[in-house]
């Protein structure tokens, strides 16, 4: 077994840090659906303009979407569709041990 060096671990935890926020999950889910823009996402998600773009702001900071200008509008979608394995492991995660604990 090899050691794996601690700063992979801070990288990781890093990118774990930006998915911890249930309206940041929210974004990335409905963005790897379609590419939005902030003015849709803001009556998607039901926060202001300031709120969504802090939030596209941490998750674009640590890779996981990127964004593209169109115009007037910037148009955001996930970068690497592999970090959707997450949703797909938490939620079978949650069905196996019976939903969260409190």
């Excluded at 202001?48 to 674009?60: A, G, R, Y």
Aim: glycine residues 4%; contains cysteine; charged residues 25%.
């Amino acid at each position: 077994m090899s050691i794996v060096p601690a700063k992979d671990y801070e990288h990781i935890a890093w990118v774990a840090k930006a998915l911890a926020h249930p309206t940041r999950l929210l974004i990335l889910e409905v963005i790897s659906r379609e590419r939005l823009c902030v003015q849709e996402l803001v009556a998607l998600v039901g926060c202001d303009q300031s709120t969504v773009s802090k939030h596209l702001s941490v998750l674009s900071s640590v890779g996981v979407i990127e964004y593209e200008k169109e115009g007037q509008k910037i148009y955001y979608s996930v970068k690497n569709r592999c970090i959707l394995n997450f949703f797909t492991c938490a939620r079978v995660f949650l069905e196996e041990e019976g939903g969260p604990r409190r």
